[in-house]
């Protein structure tokens, strides 16, 4: 087994994947950098962006707006409006989205019980 590795990644280095809506940097998967428990992300999504609807099958996700302000739609629950400072876990395998409903992008942290996360599209 491969050992992590054991230094700073910095966003603009890390892994990257673009979409219409923004983009995530992987800071900390076992693709990243050998991580083998967590997967942790940068994302940005740019004003009157959304992510498409998806959940994760393998694992749960929490989701903490570091600048901006979102809405988040999770499968069962109410719509929930978040702004910077705010943090939200998403239980396994919920539907869920965030749009963007500010006038700057907003900035997310998002972290994943597994190194490996499974996510399904659902629109």
Known sequence: MTEPKIAPMRKGEAPAEKYAWGDIHWLASKTANGARELTLGST?????????????????EVLYVVAGEIEHIVEGAPTVRMK????????RNLKHQAINVGGVPAELLVAFS??????????
């Open 114 to 123: 597994s190194a490996e996360r499974e996510t399904v599209i659902e629109q």
């Open 44 to 60: 940005v999504v740019e004003p009157g962006g959304r992510n498409p609807l998806h959940r994760h099958p393998n694992c749960e």
């Open 84 to 91: 910077a400072g705010e943090a939200i876990l998403i239980p």
